[in-house]
């Protein structure tokens, strides 16, 4: 019987799907034809940036190739791929990099649209990460931005952690895809009482000024944990004995009606907080949440419940968790960490780091083959002065080799702590 050709699966990120819908048009006997009509607009599009200037860096060429592909892709995107592969090759390239242009000027003024949106939420917080993302790197990023040149980089360093990451994204539909997230975030948010956002985030955070979490994730599965009590979701809080019976009762229901029980505390909450509201963006995004809760307490049934009790007097600090201790056995580590790998949620990491690694040799296994670069701060913040004192000195102690990516990425945090409190 004769197979079928897969047709791919066309990417998300404008310049993959440029390339991608550049070989499936390639693949009609064209690709020599699209390659030379390819280097012809990066050759002019390269004078441009070089002002005059014959030589011109591979580095510079390439970056110069990626934010024409960025640009032409996030154009022909919406078609499709079978529609953008004809584009390909009955339009002109210069036509449609103008073509993509207008379309980045589209998603900036939607991004800037958002950004004005989020700041006349007016929402206050002292943690640090949401603020320096909000007022230091978002503004950067619409001053710095290049649309011509440099259309697929983000020129700024976003800190603060979405509960439900941006991936697959890149320059301006990266950073407008993360505005209209954080806006939602913070639209919930907004809706509850100062204080009691204030005395769950203490109840979850060590320090949730400095801490890199996130602020919407705890606030809610408290709402949503409270709304299937039965109790008006506003003051947040859920003491133990009361997550105890949720878990009970969640654990007791079958996956689809558990499933359905979250979907319909997200309308409740809806109905509660924006009585009234036409707007189905933020519903949309709070169902979305309610997905990732419940993939999160199907994928972990056995570690406690996500949900937050209020401090009684205040959050102790803990005490030093790392410490020169034996390491556990091998296939106990192994097993820890393929768990640690397959789990989608960073709280739970997180968890499941605190709850199993009490030793430095463990720590320095689990914590490069477990966490990515854009989880390391969450890592690092939740460390006494302590802990990030002994990882740094038994780094130092072999100070020759390069470091690894985890390991700039832990010199970089302490460097950011070095001004307030250095070790």
């Known amino acids: 019987m004769r197979m079928e050709a897969v047709k791919p699966q066309a990417p998300s990120d404008s310049v993959d799907f440029f390339m991608c819908a550049l070989r499936e048009a390639g693949c009609a006997d064209q690709a020599q034809g699209l390659q030379e009509r390819?280097?012809?607009?990066?050759?002019?599009?390269?004078?441009?940036?070089?002002?005059?200037?014959?030589?011109?860096t591979v580095e510079a060429a390439e970056a110069v190739l990626r934010s024409l592909c960025f640009t032409i892709g996030l154009y022909l995107k919406p078609y499709g791929l079978n529609a953008a592969t004809e584009l390909?090759?009955?339009?002109?390239?210069?036509?449609?990099?103008?073509?993509?242009?207008?379309?980045?000027?589209?998603?900036?003024t939607t991004a800037r649209e958002r950004y004005s949106a989020l700041m006349?939420?007016?929402?206050?917080?002292?943690?640090?990460?949401?603020?320096?993302?909000?007022?230091?790197?978002?503004?950067?990023?619409?001053?710095?931005?290049?649309?011509?040149?440099?259309?697929?980089?983000?020129?700024?360093?976003?800190?603060?952690?979405?509960?439900?990451?941006?991936?697959?994204l890149s320059g301006i539909e990266y950073i407008s895809e993360f505005l209209f997230r954080l806006l939602m975030e913070t639209r919930f948010l907004s809706a509850f009482p100062k204080s009691a956002l204030e005395s769950l985030w203490r109840g979850c955070c060590v320090d949730p000024k400095e801490q890199i979490v996130n602020l919407f994730e705890p606030v809610f599965y408290n709402a949503?944990?409270?709304?299937?009590l039965e109790k008006d979701p506003l003051p947040l809080d859920l003491p133990i004995a009361a997550q105890q019976t949720l878990m009970e009762r969640l654990k007791r229901l079958p996956s689809k009606v558990r499933s359905d029980?979250?979907?319909?505390?997200?309308t409740a909450l809806c109905q509660k907080l924006f009585p009234g509201t036409k707007d189905a963006e933020l519903p949309s995004f709070l169902h979305a949440a309610c997905d990732e809760l419940h993939k999160r307490l199907e994928a972990t049934p056995d570690l406690p419940g996500p949900f937050t009790a209020f401090p009684t007097e205040g959050r102790a600090?803990?005490?030093?968790?790392?410490?020169?201790?034996?390491?556990?056995?091998?296939?106990?580590?192994?097993?820890?960490?393929?768990?640690?790998?397959?789990?989608?949620?960073?709280?739970?990491?997180?968890?499941?780091?605190?709850?199993?690694?009490?030793?430095?040799?463990?720590?320095?296994?689990?914590?490069?083959?477990?966490?990515?670069?854009?989880?390391?701060?969450?890592?690092?913040?939740?460390?006494?002065?302590?802990?990030?004192?002994?990882?740094?000195?038994?780094?130092?102690?072999?100070s020759d080799r390069p470091l690894a990516q985890w390991e700039e990425a832990f010199f970089r945090y302490l460097q950011t702590l070095s001004k307030a409190a250095p070790l």
């Open 261 to 266: 029980a979250f979907h319909e505390a997200a």
């Open 224 to 228: 949503v944990g409270r709304l299937l």
């Open 317 to 398: 600090k803990p005490e030093v968790l790392l410490k020169l201790k034996p390491p556990m056995p091998d296939e106990a580590l192994r097993a820890l960490i393929e768990e640690m790998q397959t789990c989608r949620f960073l709280s739970d990491k997180l968890l499941m780091l605190d709850r199993e690694v009490s030793s430095v040799a463990d720590w320095l296994e689990v914590v490069p083959l477990c966490f990515s670069m854009e989880e390391y701060p969450s890592v690092f913040s939740r460390m006494e002065p302590q802990e990030l004192a002994i990882v740094a000195r038994i780094m130092s102690q072999d």
């Open 120 to 168: 006349a939420l007016l929402f206050q917080t002292h943690n640090r990460a949401f603020c320096d993302t909000v007022s230091t790197a978002l503004p950067a990023f619409f001053k710095r931005y290049d649309a011509l040149q440099a259309a697929h980089e983000i020129p700024c360093l976003i800190d603060y952690p979405l509960s439900s990451p941006v991936t697959g």
């Open 88 to 108: 390909l090759k009955s339009v002109p390239f210069e036509e449609l990099l103008g073509r993509g242009r207008d379309a980045i000027r589209v998603h900036v």
């Open 38 to 56: 390819l280097y012809a607009l990066l050759a002019k599009e390269a004078l441009l940036f070089a002002k005059g200037d014959s030589s011109l």
